[in-house]
């Protein structure tokens, strides 16, 4: 553990960083995140190369192969580990 790590039991103050001030006013002009207009040669410009999908679903064999074909022990082994160091395999947090 180091000298910066948390200890609730400290008490002496955090210390004061001079620099950091409070905002004093909302700036002048108020510019929303929006998106803008497009390009003038968007229409005109190349195609990015990416391979549009058709909407067809993966065959079973094409699934084994994307993600490896573990076998269901493999599966269990890592759902107790995760468990373990105390994350939820449902939401993986």
């Known amino acids: 553990m180091s000298q910066d790590d948390y200890q609730p039991d400290r008490t002496d103050p955090l210390p004061v960083n001079p620099t950091l001030?409070?905002?004093q006013s909302p700036p002048a002009v108020h510019t929303p995140a929006e998106q803008g207009p497009a390009p003038a040669d968007a229409a005109t410009r190349p195609a990015s190369g990416i391979v549009t999908q058709t909407g067809e679903g993966l065959s079973t064999?094409?699934?084994t192969a994307l993600i490896?074909?573990?076998d269901a022990s493999a599966t269990e082994t890592i759902l107790s580990l995760e468990t373990a160091e105390g994350l939820d395999p449902q939401t993986e947090s």
Do not use: F
């Open 68 to 70: 490896g074909g573990a």
């Open 21 to 23: 001030r409070p905002h």
């Open 61 to 63: 064999d094409e699934v």
